[in-house]
Structures are given as C-alpha cells and as structure tokens.
C-alpha cells in the first residue's frame, strides 16, 4: 500500500506540466537525458562479451531507452555508431558503408579493447585491428568487456553531455 502512494506522490498527475529543461524530472532523470540518441550498433567479429553487456543497458536496471537513448535497425536514423570488435577484413567495406548513410552529426564509438586496438587479435592475418583503422572514432570505451556503467559514461561522451559519475564496484 504505501509504495502505491510513494509511486503516486512521485510521479504526479497526469495532466501535469512536464518539467522545465535544465532541472530535474519528475523521477530524479538529470536533465541532460532530455533528448534522444539513436544508436546503430556493429559487430564487426566480436566474441560477443560486449554484446552481453550492451545488452544490460536495455534491462531494467539500466533503463537506457528511459534516458533517452535508443537502438535502431538502419544507419539513415543513427546519431551513433556503436563497434565491437576488430574489423574483420570482409566487414571492412560493410561498415564504412554503414558509416556513410549515417546522417551528420555522426559519431563512432569503439566498444572494448578489440574495437579500440585489436586487442587478441592485433596482428592477425584476417584482422584490420581496431575501428580507427577504418573509421574516425570519436570515444574509446576499453575493457574486456567493459561494464554496463563504462558503456554508459561513453555514450553520454558521445553525446556530448557531461558523464556519470564514476561508480563505486563493491
């Protein structure tokens, strides 16, 4: 009963006005979450660890597309271009593509240490090494897989707003 009345007291009326930008919302959101970025994320031969924890941002913990942030399908509607690991010499074309029906502003962030350099496969034969390789990137998020929080930080990066604060592992 009484988290019914806390949800109710939180969240306000229905027909009230939203809030004005540059102050808090109505749930606690910084105001800097109050515009949309649509990412187009790329495997360019990832193993797939930071594709599972991209996969966290949409979860209900995260909340990621509550703060504005979206995934979309085509690179027409994209602000962001999301790697993940080392361009392959077949997606080489692929993604330059990708990149090109992008509209501008366009920004590139390299997800992990095998979009930032290479990382295990540096060096190899079918391997072009990280995404700058191919295309300008804009933001570096290392890891191996990076975090949900890093991922998160990096995407605010790229939107040019100002990032989280660090969080606290226990």
């Known amino acids: 009963m009484y988290r019914i009345l806390r ?4 969240l306000g009326r229905v027909g009230d006005p939203p809030p004005k930008p540059g ?3 109505v749930d606690g959101v910084p105001s800097y979450f109050r515009h ?3 990412i187009r994320q790329v495997d360019a031969g990832s193993c797939n660890g930071c ?5 966290a941002l949409n979860g209900p913990h995260y909340g990621l597309e509550n703060a504005g942030f979206r995934f979309t399908a085509s690179p027409r509607h994209a602000d962001v271009l ?3 690991g080392p361009v392959t010499r077949h997606m080489a074309e692929a993604l330059r593509s990708t990149y090109d029906a992008m509209p501008h502003p366009k920004r590139v962030v390299a997800v992990g240490d095998c979009a930032c350099c290479g990382g295990v496969f ?3 034969y079918a391997v ?3 995404v700058e390789a191919v295309l300008p990137v804009d933001v570096r998020i290392s890891g191996c897989p990076p975090n949900p929080d890093a991922l998160l930080r990096g995407l605010l990066t790229a939107a040019g707003e100002p990032p989280l604060a660090a969080a606290k592992n226990p």
Do not use: H, M, P, Q
Not at 7 to 10: D, G, K, L, P, T
Not at 51 to 55: F, K, R
């Open 128 to 130: 072009l090494d990280g």
């Open 51 to 55: 594709e599972l924890e991209i996969n």
């Open 7 to 10: 949800e109710i007291i939180r």
């Open 82 to 84: 999301l790697v993940t």
């Open 36 to 38: 949309s970025l649509a």
């Open 23 to 25: 102050s808090a919302g």
């Open 122 to 124: 540096a060096g190899s």
